[in-house]
T-cell receptor, first 113, second 116 residues
Framework: GNSVTQMEGPVTLSEEAFLTINCTYT??????LFWYVQYPGEGLQLLLKATKADDKGSNKGFEATYRKETTSFHLEKGSVQVSDSAVYFC????????????FGAGTRLFVKA | SAVISQKPSRDICQRGTSLTIQCQVDSQVTMMFWYRQQPGQSLTLIATANQGSEATYESGFVIDKFPISRPNLTFSTLTVSNMSPEDSSIYLC?????????????FGQGTRLTVV
């Protein structure tokens, strides 16, 4: 079945460092891909998305490109801030059966001042 | 976008009891989804709820344990029945982002359940 694999955390970076969180997926058909963020004590928020191959999703300085050839959707940010400390979930939706979302395990990011 | 309100936001319950979680959306949606997030874990889909039909449960989840109601296009409830400490989790309601037509979801703030 469809699945999402993302790098294990926690990831600890200093402020202004470059961030990459790897995400790969297994899917039949053509899923949409997403990154969600969960700040401490809060609910889940959609960070960015891409709906077809070679699309780049971007938001708040974060970017991810839908790479069909490598089945990847890696999250990047050029310069992280302390306020980016959160858990990041890579996810996909499968169109059959009504857009169910399948989540990766999540990667916790700590950014130090 | 959709605004989703969940009640209660948190609760501490005795084992053997049941808790009903409410989810209210500010717009009409066809499908609503219920997820469970166990401590330190990712989200697992419990069931999909369509208005006017029985909910569709994922493997490992059954209606007797997690009965769901979907009386109209803006509201749903999830009941966690005969609770045990293993049911301690965050339960999240979600609706699809119909604006894109390609999925993605909006989530409620979640209900943090502790069973003692």
């Amino acid at each position: 079945g469809n699945s999402v694999t993302q790098m294990e955390g926690p990831v600890t970076l200093s402020e202004e460092a470059f961030l990459t969180i790897n995400c790969t997926y297994t899917a039949t058909g053509y899923p949409s891909l997403f990154w969600y963020v969960q700040y401490p004590g809060e609910g889940l928020q959609l960070l960015l998305k891409a709906t077809k191959a070679d699309d780049k999703g971007s938001n708040k300085g974060f970017e991810a490109t839908y790479r069909k050839e490598t089945t990847s959707f890696h999250l990047e940010k050029g310069s992280v801030q302390v306020s980016d400390s959160a858990v990041y979930f890579c996810a996909l939706t499968e169109g059959t059966g009504g857009f169910k979302t399948i989540f990766g395990a999540g990667t916790r990011l700590f950014v130090k001042a | 976008s959709a605004v989703i309100s969940q009640k209660p936001s948190r609760d501490i319950c005795q084992r053997g009891t049941s808790l009903t979680i409410q989810c209210q959306v500010d717009s009409q949606v066809t499908m609503m989804f219920w997820y469970r997030q166990q401590p330190g874990q990712s989200l697992t889909l419990i069931a999909t709820a369509n208005q006017g039909s029985e909910a569709t449960y994922e493997s490992g989840f059954v209606i007797d344990k997690f009965p769901i109601s979907r009386p109209n296009l803006t509201f749903s409830t999830l009941t966690v029945s005969n609770m045990s400490p293993e049911d301690s989790s965050i339960y999240l309601c979600s609706v699809e982002d119909t604006g894109t037509g390609r999925g993605g979801a909006f989530f409620g703030q979640g209900t943090r359940l502790t069973v003692v």
